[in-house]
Every structure is written in structure tokens, then in C-alpha cells.
């Protein structure tokens, strides 16, 4: 006999088209509705929650009242929740995103009972590499998910076990036709008998059990209440098959009995089957761009620092903290971070970044405030303290700012030493805008805000401050404009069309024409890219660009301006018609002590339904590329093979090589390489005749959520055709991203890190309009918390654990060797442990004279608690 195991569930999509709000009045009333088939009849054993916690928290939201039923029906086993908090994307989603989701999604299945221990993600577009790794270190080792797989990855069966580099593994239930197969089951013998015969045909051949699931559920789909009818028309019609009300888990328990199931490895982005939308990366950029930000300053700057501020002695906050992630977590589905809704969806997405932004920064800034408050001084000079949140000592030029009503100042460490300086610029402040209370009182003498550039070693995972004292000395800007910059590393000129040539001086190589734009056409939606055909791209080439070169004794700036004039929209496109325009601002920062080209490009648009794409060449013929994924780094072909066969094979969507990245993507060769690190788009693609040259996409501009019969992928549309006209992206953009030329040896995931953990300052005046009582803790005018040893694994965040009085240290290998990991602490270690991601220990770890070492296979995450 066939087992057909039929699990009610629904997928719960908390916004789409449709709002927060409007699914949490269905969710209100389908709640009501499941609960009480679960408590009235003992007959239907199960309904799966959908895998993700922000249900409950959505539902409790309206009814608190109902917490004792839903903890019920979990103990029971009944209403199965978890383990995610929302279900995640995983292609430009963050590895301590992901893992924040499931520690803050286990945590808060916990408070009800047990949690549905299967990473299921039977929506998300694509499947990343890592995620064996990271669901192992929250002890899952079940998969449920439906895109992106097809034969070529090495099976035709839809049961196997998916492994990742470091020999994590999961045992893998695919859905080859989705979670909705089940979806409002029909009565009608005919109708459902037609229906049924079409999946039961798919289901048996990538079956290798008698057992196959029929998921009886859908988008925000209610309990079908004569689910019993349907099963006994069922089991009339197909009577060699036993048919019953189940969950995954128990499916899962037959998978297990089976001994010669395949093993795939590598991430799973075919569309083949089902859509993935490989150029969904792209879509909304100043969303993508804002999550990209977000990201980087809760996990370089803000665990880091509130790490550092508790080992001083000061509160770890870890229900603000976790307020933030939730917020942008909540952005993170899949259809939220990948932006595929309507506008006031994405309204709603954009205002809880700026919330999460605002409470970072925030959070950021007080801990800040609270260190310095408390320093051992008795000098009563206004300070300035610069945090280095890496694990190692760091000689860096620093741009900061210093609010003074002097008219001029020194600065001076704590030895007495005086640090040389450079003033860029400065303005006059009311100080009002400081703290209302000094008008209050009658002084309205201005202050003075400094923009200053210094340079001085930061110590590791720890800070330094100098004091501000009043000097005699004239103080006035020390740029000078110049025709040409040179530094330590490289010679750059700036080209009449604003395009750079730089020749690397170590490397003995020239790169001409970096930052050329590429624009064409986008006939395409919110899901994918759709390029118009045999169309001539335009290029910056011809432009008449404005540059300026200013440089001091620590480096240099270029500023570029220039209007690229493009097409209006579409049909204009077409009929060739130029009639609207870009202005591009463009901003580049480089040091005389680092390899490293810092970007800015600000574009404001005026066009509809195009693309914008800054071009690095790299003088590298690939053959493929390197990026990073979760924890780690991926290679992948600059072509992919099945770009010949798709149509004859019938693909639901075409295999371009538009691929995501999170901090850096690279080319290389035996003799150098060339990075692009970003702190902003996460979307990338190879291209030129000989593939050398890597195309970083600025925007898309499209003006609706899906659409039919594109010219890559061909058929229904994905979504619904929706009018959404703020995805056009007109008005102001800002794109940060850096340019690094380097040896093959680099290791280019450290530098990306470096990147995006710049070293922050903070100014203590005697002004704040926020007041803070003199704290008990007193701490040290300079401080290092820890330092590595060896210097090839990546720090990922260094955090307080969740519920020890204890830190947690994680980091990871992105090498394609095995290395050791070590760190010495400034401080009596009593104890310090491996642990999984969700901080459970898993062996002691010995401690010699306060250092810790672990070796760390190649693309594998570790932590460490102490």
C-alpha cells in the first residue's frame, strides 16, 4: 500500500500584495477556526503552524487571552510551531540573520513547548549552501523546501541528504510541486480525481518510500473543515492507498530507514522546476541597501560594543537588542527582503528598517556614551574615544567629528602625547540643537562642529581615547585640489567621462575605465530582470563629467558629477528617444596606507523601466566567480552550462549568471585578483567577452510586482499583475561599495570585514539633551577586551549568550584550508566551552595562560562561550 500522509498547514505570508494588517484579520479568525478542530475532535491529530513563531506574536497581539490554548495544543503535540521566527530568505539575508531567526524562533517555541524540529522553508527562493551547517547548530537535521533543485545536482529523487563542506548534513524531504498541492481539496470525485491523478504521478517518481506527503494547505488558507469528506472520496478512488491526516516528522521517520539515499552538496538556485528569480537581488535597492547596513551594524559595531561595555560592568540589553533583530527579521521573508509586493507593502517593509536603523544607532551611541561618562579621569577636558570592534590592533586614518565652542584644539592620549590632525571642514552649530537647556539659561554663544581626519593605532577589540584641549594655534581646512592621486598603493586619474584609470603599484598592473555605467532596458518585474531584445546598451562613455581631487597628508577624495541621458520608459526605449535622464554623484575615498577604493555613488533618477550597472574591469579572464554566502565563500561559474539547454529542456525560468553576495565578490588568477566588497547592493554579475569584468548592479526600475511572457522567463506571471509604481526607483539613491586590488594570497573575506567595521568615535562634551545619572562603573581611559592569534579565520560577532552569564565568540573559515582559530583574552578565563549556534555547549575547551584555540575546517562556523 501507497501512504499518503495529508498534513494540514498554511503558509502564512504575513504581507505580499496584500498588508500586515489585512492578514492578521484572517489570521484572527483562521487561529479561531484551527483551534477549536484540535480541541473539539480527536480525529485530526495535527496542524503545522507554518514553521514561524511571528504567527503567535502576531495573533497574541489581539488575543493575549488565548496563550494558555495554544501552549495546550503544543504540549500535546498537536499545534506544531517553529523553529524560525519568520521564513527567511536565504540569498541576501545574512548568516547571523538566519541564525538570530531560529535562536529567537526556538526561543520563543520554548515558552509553549517543543518546536517543529525541520528547517522548513517550503518557499524561499533558492536554497544556500550553508544552511545544512546552520540548521546542524541549532541540532536539526530534517529539510523541507521546494525551489531550485533539478537533475543535474546529482539526483531525480526527492528524498536525499544535502551536506555542506565542513560535513554537516540533512536529510532533505523536497516538495516537487510545492506546499499547495492540497489546497482546497474538492468533493467532486471528478474534479478531485483529475486533480490528484496529475500529482500522484510526480509524487511516485521522486518518491523512494511508499510514503508521500500531500500538504493540505495554502496562502493564507483557512482549516478545510470537511477534510474527512474528501479523504473518504479518497480513499474510494484509490484503494491501493491508505490515506491519513499526518505531520512531516512522521514522513521523515520512514526516510530514515532507508540506506542508500544520495547526498548532494552546494546551494540549490536552478529554475528548472520552479521559479527562483535570479535577479531578484536587485529589486527595491534602497531596501535591499538599508538591510544590508542594518545588518553590518548590529553584528561589526553594536554586539561588539555592548559586549565590550558589559565586560566593563555596565547591563547587556539583550530585549533591545532582540527587538531589533526581530524588526528586520520580520523584513527578511521572502517576499519581503526579496520585494515582490505591492507599494504600501514595501512602505510598511522601508519604515521598519528606519525604525531598526534608528534603534541601532541609538543603542549604539549610548553604549558609547556610558563608557566614556564613566572613564578614571581627573582631567576635565572634553574626550574623544575611537572603538576598533576587530580582534586586532589596527593603525587607521579616522574621520570623525569634534562639537567645541573652542576656537582651536589639540588633541592629547592619555600619555600626554599630541595627536596630529587634519581639519576637512567646519560649521557653525546652534547649540540649541545640543541641549535646549544652554539657551534656556541665556548662552547663545555658537559651538563649532570639526570634521577631522586622524591617524593612530586602535587597540584590539577595544578603545582609546584623547582629550580636547584648547590651543593657540590657527585652525583651517589642509586639503589641497590636485590633478591626480597617489598613494602608498596606487596612482589614479580621473577620465573626461568620470570614469578612473588606476595602476596598482604593487601589483605593476593598470585598470582603465573603472566605474563605467551600464544601462539598458527592464521590461521585467518585480521578480526578475527582462532585458528588451537585441537592444544597444547605453554607457557612460560619452558623458561630460565635473571632477575635483582633493588630498591631504592621510589621502585623498574624488568627486564626480555627470547627467547620463537615457530613455524615458519603455516605449521610448524602443522607438530610441532619449528624452529623460540619471544624474550621477559619484564619491571616492582612498587612503594612502590601505588597498582599498571606498565608493559612493549617488544617483538621482528620472527614468522608468531600466537598469543601472557600474563595470569593474579586471583584466582577469574567469571562469568563475568567488563571493561569499552564510559563513563562508562559494565559487560559481561565470556561465552556467544550462544557459544552452533551458529552452529545449523547458525551464521555468532562464539560468543567467545574476547571483547574490553578501560582503564581496571577486575575481582572480596565479598572479593577482580583484574584489568588489559592498556595503549596499548585494547582486553581481560576470560579464564581458572574455568574463573580466564584474558588472555590480546600482537599481532596477520596473513598474510592476509580476508579469507575463518575458523574454527570460516565459509563461504565467510570477505573483499577480500589480501596478507598482514606487519600484520605478525615481528620486535619490545611495550605493556604498569598495574596489580591492590584491594578491592571490588575500584573503579578501577578512578585508571585506575590515570594510565594514569601520572604526567608530565617540564625543564627549559637557552637553546632552538626553540625561544620564553618573553610573557606579568606572572604567579605563584605554581597553582591550581580546585579540586573535592567527589571522585567517573572520570574526562574525562577538555577543553576551542568551541565557549564561557568559560571551559568546563566533567566527569562521573562509579558506580552503583548515586553520586554527585563537584568541587570548585580557583577563582571567574560567571556563570556556564550544558551543552549537544555539549556544548549547558542546565539549570543554582548554584554556592555556587565557588563550583559546580550535581548528575550523574550511567554510565552517565555530563558537566559542566564555
Known sequence: MKNVHIVPHMHWDREWYFSTEESRILLVNNMEEIMEMLENNPDYPYYVLDGQTSILEDYFAVKPENKDRVRKLVQEGRLIIGPWYTQTDEMVVGGESIVRNLLYGIKDSEEFGDYMRIGYLPDSFGQSAQMPMILNGFDITYSI???????????????????????????????????????????????????????FKVLDRGATTDHIILPNGHDQMPIQKNIFTVMEKLKKLYPDREFFLSKYENVFSELEKQGDLPTLEGEFLDGKYMRVHRSIYSTRMDIKAANTRIENKITNILEPLASLAY???????????ELIWKEIMKNHAHDSIGCCCSDKVHREIANRFFLAEEKVDQLIEFYKRKIVDSMDTEKQHDRLTAFN??????????????????????????????????????????????????????????FIKYTIQLKDTVPSMGYKTYFVVESDEKLQPSFVTADQVETDFYEISVNQNG?????????????????????????????DFSPLPNEELIYSDRVEARSEIRKNRYGATIDVQYRLSVPADLEKRKDKVIDSHVDVHVVVAVQNHKPIIEVEVNVNN??????????????????FSISDNQFGTIKRDV???????????????????????????????????????????REYEIIGEEFDTIAITLFRSIGFLGKEEMLRRPGRPSGIKLPTPDSQMLGELTINFAIATHSKETNVPRTAKEYLTPVVTYNKIPHDAMRLNKADVTTPLEFSFLQEVH??????????????????????????RKETAGYSFNRDIRHASVANLNERVLEDLSITDNEARIEVRPNQVKSILF
Not at 311 to 321: D, K, P, Q
Not at 417 to 428: A, Q
Not at 507 to 526: A, I, T, Y
Open 145 to 199: 523546501f521546494w525551489r531550485g533543485t533539478s537533475e543535474r545536482h546529482g539526483t531525480d529523487k526527492t528524498e536525499f541528504y544535502w551536506r555542506t563542506e565542513d560535513g554537516s548534513k540533512v536529510l532533505v524531504q523536497l516538495f516537487p510541486l510545492g506546499y499547495a498541492i492540497g489546497k482546497y481539496l474538492p468533493e467532486d470525485e471528478e474534479a478531485l480525481q483529475k486533480r490528484i491523478d496529475k500529482y
Open 639 to 681: 556561465i552556467d552550462p544550462a544557459i544552452h539547454v533551458w529552452e529545449k529542456e523547458d525551464w521555468d525560468e532562464r539560468p543567467d549568471p545574476i547571483y547574490p553576495m553578501l560582503s564581496f565578490v571577486g575575481l582572480s588568477d596565479d598572479a593577482y585578483g580583484v574584489s568588489v566588497l559592498t556595503n549596499s547592493t
Open 791 to 816: 589571522p585567517n579565520v573572520v570574526l562574525s560577532t562577538l555577543k553576551k549568550a542568551e541565557k549564561e552569564n557568559q560571551f559568546v565568540l563566533r567566527f569562521y573559515n573562509p579558506t580552503e
Open 311 to 321: 565586560s566593563l560592568g555596565f547591563e547587556y540589553h539583550h530585549g533591545l537588542i
Open 389 to 446: 570592534l576587530l580582534p586586532y590592533e589596527r593603525t587607521e586614518v579616522i574621520t570623525t567629528s569634534v562639537m567645541t565652542k573652542l576656537k582651536s584644539f589639540k588633541l592629547v592620549d592619555k600619555d600626554s602625547n599630541e595627536i596630529d590632525y587634519e581639519i576637512l571642514k567646519s560649521e557653525v552649530t546652534d547649540p540649541g540643537l545640543i541641549d535646549r537647556q544652554i539657551v534656556h539659561y541665556g548662552n547663545y554663544d555658537p
Open 499 to 527: 570614469t578612473l584609470n588606476i595602476f596598482d603599484k604593487k601589483l605593476n598592473k593598470r585598470f582603465e575605465n573603472v566605474l563605467l555605467l551600464e544601462n539598458g532596458g527592464d521590461d521585467g518585474d518585480e521578480y
Open 606 to 623: 528620472f527614468a522608468k523601466d531600466h537598469r543601472l550597472r557600474a563595470l569593474i574591469p579586471t583584466g582577469i579572464a574567469a571562469k
